[in-house]
């Protein structure tokens, strides 16, 4: 239903924010991440029929019931969905940054 809002929240506040991070955390890697999982669920909920091009937008919120399991929905597999593409951008850069550190103390005197 709105799962994807989540991811989108954090994507605004990270592509806000980009300049002031330090390039050591390619947060360009996490936005990347981030706004092409966003397109791709906000694809699927257009294509079936959950999000509509008139108020209110999301078919969720045309009633009370429907917004609670809406809610429930962003909480219980936003939320993960979001943390699962964190920890993969962290890993990528842990693992990045990790061979960077090896090949600069690689001198060249060596290979």
């Known amino acids: 239903m709105a799962c994807f809002?989540?991811?989108a929240?954090?994507?605004?506040?990270?592509?806000?924010?980009?300049?002031?991070?330090?390039?050591?955390?390619h947060i360009e890697w996490l936005n990347v991440m981030?706004?092409?999982g966003v397109l791709a669920l906000l694809v699927e909920?257009?294509?079936?029929?959950?999000?509509?091009?008139?108020?209110?937008?999301l078919t969720a919120m045309?009633?009370?019931?429907?917004t609670a399991a809406?809610?429930?929905?962003?909480a219980q597999i936003g939320i993960p969905m979001l943390?699962?593409?964190v920890g993969a951008w962290a890993l990528m850069v842990y693992i990045y940054n990790r061979c960077v550190e090896a090949s600069s103390s690689v001198s060249p005197d060596t290979v």
């Open 45 to 57: 909920h257009v294509w079936h029929g959950e999000i509509v091009p008139w108020f209110p937008f």
């Open 5 to 7: 809002l989540v991811a």
């Open 34 to 36: 981030i706004w092409g």
């Open 70 to 74: 809406m809610l429930t929905e962003m």
């Open 83 to 85: 943390l699962a593409i």
């Open 9 to 25: 929240v954090v994507g605004i506040f990270t592509t806000v924010f980009a300049k002031k991070i330090p390039e050591k955390y």
């Open 62 to 66: 045309e009633s009370p019931d429907d």
